[in-house]
């Protein structure tokens, strides 16, 4: 029986894929520059998602106030190592947690009309200390999936399942190293 917590994502030898919904000024911008800048905070946490459906339910499929515009966010499984290595699960001791450096979380992973699902998926919170090194060193690309978000929405509305997963982003199991994996539950 499979786990509950595996991390499920779209990688590859170097890199894998995380979902971010943002403002369209932030979108416009970084996308114009390649790269996270203003009006990008480096002042606050920002969240990264492996799973492309929980990140539809999070932002209503690009429909929420200040979620517009969708972004694929390639970084280096190196840095995402590194954040899972300095990350503290969230329903930690509340003094660790304040300490952390990342933040995981696990939410019920959503279906397409985003029904909660039997399993989760990972969310990790990278904290003002390493906000810098994600930007700057552990992102490698930005597209914006935006257009494809919203032609996905139609479909699921529309009530053509078959279509729609054709569209979905590949994510299979992730392969995250034993030592890391058994602290915040993952089993690989």
């Not at 606050?44 to 799973?51: A, E, V, Y």
């Not at 300490?99 to 990790?124: F, K």
Request: with cysteine; charged share 25%.
């Amino acid at each position: 029986m499979p786990s509950q917590y595996q991390v499920r994502a779209d990688y590859d030898a170097e890199t894998i894929v995380m979902y971010q919904a943002y403002p369209v000024a932030v979108a416009e911008a970084a996308l114009r520059a390649g790269r996270f800048v203003p009006p990008f905070s480096f002042n606050r946490m920002t969240w990264i998602k492996p799973s492309f459906l929980w990140l539809m339910h999070r932002s209503n499929w690009a429909q929420k106030s200040g979620q517009e515009r969708v972004l694929a966010v390639r970084v280096t499984r190196e840095g995402w190592h590194e954040a899972l290595c300095r990350a503290v699960l969230t329903t930690a001791d509340p003094r660790a947690v304040d300490r952390a450096a990342v933040h995981v979380q696990w939410d019920p992973e959503r279906s397409l009309r985003g029904a909660a699902l039997n399993h989760y998926s990972i969310q990790a919170g990278i904290g003002r200390g390493l906000i810098r090194a994600f930007a700057e060193e552990w992102v490698v690309g930005l597209t914006d999936i935006t257009p494809q978000v919203r032609k996905i929405a139609d479909l699921v509305r529309a009530g053509q399942p078959a279509k729609t997963q054709r569209l979905l982003p590949p994510e299979r199991l992730y392969p995250v190293p034993r030592e890391i994996g058994r602290r915040l539950l993952i089993d690989s």
